[in-house]
């Protein structure tokens, strides 16, 4: 089957964590070995999160005296784009002798209009208390919101349309090549008036990147992998459930933070609804059994599912001319 993985950004770097480059690297190579039963049996694609890296970076750049300007985020998107690639290519190599592997780096069509550039939701960066957060607005002009029990910085996160290098990758998974992309939802950008493709302020939702991506190469499942067994009902409540079974319309339904869940709900839904197959959301180390349908929280357009005999594999039907 062909399978597009969503890597929350925790993968890489728990919250509250120092960011150095030593922890990362050994948690890419754990995730790694967690999607290596995957990789060989099926068709994979990785994208991933950026958030903690994009942030550091950003605020890196903000207080470089060298430079007249900070980066923007399209450039810096790009830039985490390589940097998260290379562990992860590094690892799949090391974890899976004799495949190909390659990080590709991706545009990510948007629309100039859209409104989340006026109404900054996504958080990038380290953590605050709120104090601090009140200080860094106030002396960089930086929109702040409250995560959890910390603060952070919020930008603009437009919906993504299409990911410009569609075709080249499924190209590449034709011919057997496991594709690391889409990194941080993939670089903003749109077409100008003449047509021609210019970066934006923005970072993407990286799992809103990953449904679209699915949908476009005709993916059979998708699975958003984050740091919580499964979605919960009540969440923060002594009610609190876990939801194993779900349709889009179930979870339509149920309201969901913008910030965390909302998007992974909002990705897997509309993945589900325009392809009828199998969304998934759960645990990075609970990979290949989210796929079995043995936890986490399996989304289907009935709301059953018996494992992967219920999905037929459609990529064998497509065309391999390009």
């Keep these: 089957m062909r399978i597009v993985v969503a890597l929350g950004g925790n993968a890489l770097l728990e919250r509250g964590e120092r960011p150095d480059a030593s922890t990362q690297v050994a948690r890419a190579r754990e995730a790694v070995r967690c999607l290596a039963p995957l990789a060989e049996e099926h068709e994979l694609v990785i994208t991933h999160g950026n958030g903690p890296q994009v942030g550091l970076l950003a605020q890196e750049s903000s207080a470089d005296p060298t430079l007249s300007a900070p980066y923007g985020f399209d450039t810096l998107g790009a830039a985490t784009q390589g940097m998260i690639g290379y562990w992860l290519v590094q690892a799949l190599q090391n974890e899976l002798p004799g495949r190909q592997v390659l990080g590709l780096l991706n545009q990510t069509l948007v629309l100039a209009h859209d409104p989340a550039f006026e109404n900054p939701t996504k958080y990038v960066g380290p953590v605050y208390t709120k104090e601090e957060a009140e200080a860094v607005a106030a002396d960089k002009g930086w929109t702040m919101r409250q ?176």
């Design 147 to 322: 995560d959890g029990n910390h603060w952070r910085r919020v930008v603009g996160s437009p919906k993504p349309q299409r990911v410009v290098e569609t075709r080249i990758i499924r190209r590449l998974l034709s011919d057997g090549v496991i594709v690391v992309c889409a990194g941080g939802g993939g670089v903003p950008v749109i077409r100008d008036s003449r047509g021609k493709l210019t970066g934006v302020e923005a970072v993407l939702d990286k799992d809103r990147t990953a449904a679209r991506l699915a949908i476009e190469l005709d993916a059979d499942a998708l699975l958003v992998l984050t740091d919580v067994p499964a979605i919960m009902a009540d969440y923060g409540t002594d009610h609190a459930r876990a939801i194993n079974r779900a349709t889009p319309d179930d979870l339509w339904r149920m309201d969901f933070p913008d910030g965390s869940m909302g998007p992974k709900v909002e990705a897997c839904c509309t993945f589900v609804e325009l392809t009828g197959d199998m969304a998934a959301i759960g645990r990075l180390q609970d990979a290949p059994a989210l796929l079995q349908g043995t936890t986490g929280t399996i989304i289907t357009p009935g709301g059953d599912y018996g494992g992967p005999e219920d999905l037929t594999p459609r990529h064998f039907l497509r065309t391999r001319a390009f």
